[in-house]
């Protein structure tokens, strides 16, 4: 299948799911009845369901997708190795700690994109850290360590965080924040989240060209005209704005960024730039499969996104795992 | 023409010197075969003079901008890394890319024919032997179409029909007027192959010259610490390694 | 399922099986209601500890009162050393900490969380024996029923409007429940029952906003920190045609005599969406 198919059937099954997230919801009403609420409003509750409660939510499945399945794939192309995500890595753990704490100290009422921006910080510092600790060859068990390491530490601080709170909801918190769900948001957290989801993915989109010749590995992309430093630089940026947007919204939702790329880089032939915008529309369909498979499974229950991805994304990871063993 | 110019090329590391004032000039039409014991800063010369490693001295690649520099030289690291299953023609592709060109450039069929892959043109460059991937990778660094190529070790790991043919293309190459520096420990492919050698040790170029001026007793004894026996034939310089000097 | 373990634990450990002969001089409380029903009831000087929750206003109506009284940590070790000659503690209390307790030889009466306006007189009369002070625990369920009726005789009963309660995460405390009953004794049609919620449970904003209520009532009062209470905010609430009421934990959590206050509120409220 050429990529031009490919790209066209992943816009086709995202355009589905979109639909298909439309009219998922505990209210009862036909699929037809609901979209038709979505466009006239006849003073019945259901418009104001279908416009308030599940268009957000199912823009946010989109977005947030695309933002954790393209971050997935920028990463991997810049550490050469399939299991680099954002999710596992610690990378979304970080800016959940960063959103966390940015509510807790009360950042979030000084300026109206604090949350997000609170989350974009701590990204950025989850994926510099990654990139550091794991140094620069391609080996997984340094990476891998370091994402473990970096994990368990967001976690215990954002625990440590919510623990504090005098607020007595804000332990319950815990578990959004490291399992992540789409479940009432408004179009409030489109409007503070999408911007920098954009701007992120954006930018992850311009380094395909780079990421193709690092195939070869650092120093044969280097004498390729790949310009290294700049390349860090706008993928870490990128991936802390998508990511750290997303988590913003949605808590640390895991695995997205792994699954994608991996079902999809046969498709593409391998390519990483060709991997980069598949993955965006694949980790877009994903997220909204997932996000429709909690509330059929749970009706009115927020069964976690993070869980139902975990369920998917580890057998995924342990057969990764599985393929490189024996491996440096 | 020179495609390659260092002086005084210095790369510290603590505690010394990788690579100590060293100085070389490379034409078109040379096949440099660049030897030394392990240590001895042939990697070290290859990537300062690259620009891929801070250095003081000069270097006329070293300066210019990385898409400048991909026109004017093709490097090929010891790591024949392929981090993905991408197809041969498109790793070869990768070539041209670096120059801002198609993968259907002709350079990159010349480049596929070139090396024999043909045959092999839509493989996964993952599923290849070593012999074959290293073919790939050459393929790569002549879809750049550069005048000049560094070369570090190719022929490590290879079997014995694959170092020999890997060593002719690269003399091949030479012959038709690119230049070509490559490190490699095989003195006796090196003394076969090469126009020229040039001798490293501790960070220095210790002799520069043609290979039968150079595999001397003395200096393998005192670079080397082996004895060898040498042999021309109308085949070209035979060349055996027999025992180490220190026992 | 809560309730009737609840109920179950008080059958075991109930304050009648438990409290002393002689009245208990050393009395020390580590639960938000046995605080304030303690505080209500006790001689002078008989209460000598409170949970630290009951200074809060955030969560207890007598915060001022509480001050009075020096607070425990709630762990073994703090309550012993208080030498108490009677615990009360709540049914969902650390199961450890009241093991210790009994361990050490110190009574313990636990109180299962009222479930309902009956289980608040019940409440009151077991704290009462509990306590030692039985007739002013029978003199307060006196005015406490003398006022209930008083309000359950009030006018437009005939009309009853819908009500759902929304707390932080759509927190609903189930039809059967003192929230629960408060809210029908206010003269309202309770939305959990028809939402199919027994007991306590999360409600979807979507199933919500669809059987739009006439009335939502929301508590929020611990500021905008928690992502769990940023539902209250949500804009599909906002545009909700009902009304709003503000009700907090501390109003209708706890078996108090004060529940009748949050009859009283939400009985005006009532008055003010039945026009």
């Known amino acids: 299948m050429s990529h031009g198919r490919i790209m066209l059937a992943l816009s086709a099954v995202v355009a589905l799911l979109f639909a298909g997230s439309l009219v998922t919801g505990v209210a009862d009403v036909s699929p037809w009845e609901s979209l038709r609420a979505l466009v006239i409003d006849d003073g019945t509750p259901l418009p104001l369901v279908m416009r308030e409660i599940r268009l957000p939510r199912a823009i946010l499945g989109v977005l947030v ?114 399992m992540g769900s789409l479940a009432d948001r408004s179009f409030e957290h489109v409007a503070m989240a999408a911007p920098l989801m954009l701007l992120g993915c954006a930018a992850l989109l311009t380094t395909g060209r780079s990421l193709e010749a690092l195939t070869l590995g650092e120093d044969a992309a280097a004498s390729m005209g790949v310009d290294l430093r700049r390349l860090r630089l706008v993928l870490v940026g990128g991936v802390a704005a998508a990511v750290g947007a997303a988590t913003a919204v949605a808590g640390a939702v895991g695995f997205v960024g792994l699954v994608v790329p991996h079902l999809l880089r046969g498709a593409v032939g391998g390519r990483p730039a060709r991997l980069l915008p598949a993955s965006a529309l694949g980790g877009a369909a994903l997220v909204l499969a997932a996000d429709i498979a909690v509330r059929l499974i749970l009706p009115g229950r927020d069964l976690k996104l993070g869980v139902l991805m975990a369920l998917i994304g580890a057998p995924v990871f342990l057969h990764l795992i599985w393929r490189m063993r024996g491996e440096p | 023409m020179t495609l390659l110019e260092v002086e005084n090329l210095t790369v510290s590391r603590k505690g010394g010197k990788a690579l100590d004032a060293v100085s070389l000039q490379i034409s078109a039409g040379e096949c440099i075969g660049l030897i030394g014991p392990n240590g001895a800063g042939k990697t070290t010369l290859m990537r300062a003079a690259l620009g891929l490693i801070p250095s003081a001295g000069h270097s006329t690649l070293a300066a210019l901008s990385p898409a400048a520099r991909a026109a004017r030289v093709a490097w090929l690291p010891q790591s024949r890394e392929i981090a993905w299953p991408v197809s041969v023609a498109h790793l070869v592709g990768l070539g041209a890319a670096a120059r801002g060109r198609g993968d259907d450039h002709p350079a990159v069929g010349a480049a596929v024919a070139r090396m024999g892959l043909g045959p092999l043109a839509h493989r996964r460059a993952t599923d290849l032997s070593g012999g074959e991937q290293a073919r790939v990778l050459i393929a790569r660094a002549l879809a750049q179409e550069a005048p000049l190529l560094l070369v570090d070790e190719p022929i490590a790991g290879l079997d014995p029909a694959q170092q020999i043919r890997t060593m002719r293309v690269l003399r091949a190459l030479a012959d038709e007027g690119r230049g070509v520096m490559v490190s490699l420990h095989d003195l006796g492919l090196a003394a076969r192959h090469c126009t020229r050698l040039v001798v490293m040790r501790g960070g220095r170029i210790v002799a520069d010259g043609r290979p039968d001026a150079i595999l001397q007793p003395a200096l393998l004894a005192e670079v080397f610490d082996i004895t060898a026996c040498t042999l021309a034939t109308e085949e070209g310089t035979i060349f055996q390694p027999l025992a180490t000097v220190a026992p | 399922m809560t309730r009737t373990f609840a109920l179950l634990l008080a059958l075991i450990a109930g304050p009648a099986q438990t409290a002393p002969a002689a009245a208990a001089q050393r009395v020390v409380s580590m639960n938000l209601c046995t605080d304030q029903l303690a505080m209500l009831l006790a001689a002078p000087g008989q209460l000598v500890s409170v949970s630290p929750l009951a200074s809060d206003p955030v969560s207890s109506v007598m915060a001022e009162q509480a001050k009075a009284y020096s607070a425990n940590s709630g762990l073994a070790e703090d309550i012993y050393l208080l030498k108490p000659d009677l615990v009360l503690a709540g049914a969902f209390t650390g199961r450890a900490t009241v093991a210790m307790l009994e361990r050490l030889g110190i009574p313990v009466a636990i109180f299962p969380p009222a479930a309902s306006i009956a289980d608040v007189r019940q409440g009151m009369l077991d704290m009462g024996r509990a306590l030692g002070r039985e007739p002013q625990a029978e003199a307060m369920v006196a005015d406490f029923d003398a006022r209930l009726s008083g309000l359950a005789s009030g006018p437009g009963h005939a009309s009853r409007p819908t009500a759902a309660a929304y707390a932080a995460n759509g927190y609903n405390p189930g039809r059967s429940s003192l929230s629960g009953e408060i809210i029908e004794a206010a003269g309202f049609h309770n939305l959990a029952g028809d939402l199919g919620m027994e007991t306590a449970g999360f409600v979807p904003l979507e199933a919500l906003v669809m059987a739009d209520p006439d009335l939502v009532i929301t508590g929020d009062s611990y500021g905008y920190t928690t992502r769990a209470e940023e539902i209250l905010r949500h804009p599909a609430l906002a545009r909700l045609t009902g009304g709003r009421q503000p009700m907090e934990d501390r109003d209708w959590i706890c078996g108090l005599p004060s529940v009748l206050d949050a009859v009283e509120r939400l009985g005006a409220a009532r008055q003010e969406v039945g026009r």
Not at chain 1, 96 to 108: D, E, F, H, P, R
Not at chain 1, 134 to 149: D, F, H, N, Q, Y
Not at chain 1, 166 to 174: K, L, Q, T
Request: hydrophobic fraction near 60%; proline fraction near 5%; charged fraction near 5%.
């Open chain 1, 65 to 178: 997708g695309a933002s954790l399945g393209l971050s997935g794939a920028a990463m991997q192309g810049l550490l050469r190795n399939p299991l680099a995500e954002p999710g596992l890595i610690g990378v979304s753990g970080m800016g959940a700690l960063g959103a966390v704490l940015s509510i807790q100290t009360g950042l979030v009422g000084a300026f109206a994109l604090a949350l997000p921006t609170a989350a974009l910080a701590g990204a950025c510092l989850g994926a510099v850290l990654v990139f550091f600790l794991a140094g620069r060859g391609s080996g997984t068990l340094p990476l891998i360590l370091a994402g473990v390491a970096l994990s368990s530490l967001a976690g215990a601080l954002t625990s440590l965080a919510l623990n504090l709170s005098p607020n007595p909801f804000a332990a319950s918190e815990i578990v959004f924040w490291m």
